[in-house]
């Protein structure tokens, strides 16, 4: 029996295999966190033909595209280490402001992967160091893997109650350049580029970025209104590539907080200042996965799960025990990049006093700078590295100008919506004690995670509830 991701299936006897991959229990079958499952779909097409109920036919069938998945989540095991860095590090300077903060590390991922696949030399071994890779093979396998996985989950949620997902990519680019033949297949087939077209930066740049704002509004339902801000494109623009991602979650109906029990009350600002905001709660908030640490504690709450989607999504929030303790927590979450892709150790608490504040922002940045700062410089200069998006005979002066990300949330009484996208423009020239409250009534972090994989899809602080960019 081969696996799909390592070669090898370590379990020779299928009857055994499906057993010890997955139970099954009144609601369908359940994973059972082993490397098995990377063998069920290879035995569920194997032997399917051997079952005659055809609901059972159904639930293999079902079994074999869900293990398949989850085998591949485990195996790319997201590394973003250098992603969350850029988030922590922006995080602190806009709560500096008394700004509030949304990103995708998932987004900007997957968008530097893509910048890879077009560099080399040093430069690319810049990006792949960054991206925890040794190879552009492997940063295409795992990004092949990461979409994948996300695309079994497209369509899924809005038909079965599940989240609702939308991941794209696309690149516009100088017609008079052009796009190296193999880098136009890589992107195409590894990357899924839903549109590769090329324009007219050289005459029509202003009407390429409403183009290119257009489609990012379209690809995050509406959230994204302006991705590339005025003045963000010029005559000597030869490419933008451009990753895309929507998200809506509702609460299972259990947890779902009624609005007639949203209220107004004080939410306390770093600066000593107070608002009134509304705030949600659910009276009947009990078991609950929770966890206090020295400094901070965290809830978690689950999205709805539609059936037979293999992504299973949360949300958490990590709320600091002093009021001004914000900026003190995001350096802890700093210090351990690898934390927020690990299983907390949370156990259910009854929670009586619950209350979260009701929010809805953006925030948008160009993230040259802190990439910058956090040692990734090489993209940003004319070094020649640069010649794998095109045969141009100036492909050797081309260089990334600016990358632009922009993200949105909503949390309300139903659920979660959030939007993340990403452009990249290159141009030429401790002890636990569970506590029976959570009050966030002070800034906070939050973070939408899959559980599966523990991606972290959107990271933000709540500095001000009342702000809405």
Known sequence: MRNPARGLCLIPDRHEAIRSAYSRNGSGWTENNSVDVYCI???AQNFMRQFKNAALKKDIANMGTKALAIGEMHNASFKTNFCLQLAYKTMLKQVGNGSNFVYSP????????LLAVGTKGKTLQQLLSVLGSESIHEVNSLSSQIISYIQLAEGNGSHSGGPILSFINGAWVEQSFGLKKSFEEVVKQVYRLSQVKEVDFKNKFFEVREEVNAWADNATNGLIKELLPANSLSSLTRLILVNAMYFKGTWPLDQRFDASNTKTKTFNLLNGQKVKVPFMTNFEFVNYNFKSFETFKILQIPYQSGDNNPLTFSMYFFLPHEKEGLPYL??????NTEFLNQNFGLHKVNIPNFWIPRFKFSFDFEAKEDMEN???T?????????TEFSDSPLSSELYVSKIFHKACIEVNEEGTEAS????VIISQQRAMMPIPSFVADHPFVFMIREETSMAVFFIGAVVNPLLVS
């Open 41 to 43: 779909r290879h035995i």
């Open 106 to 113: 998932l987004s900007l991922h997957i968008i530097m992967s």
């Open 330 to 335: 995001i350096h802890i979450l700093n210090s």
């Open 374 to 376: 956090l040692g990734l």
């Open 378 to 386: 090489l993209p940003f200069k004319i070094s020649g590295d640069l």
């Open 420 to 423: 993340a996208s990403t452009a």
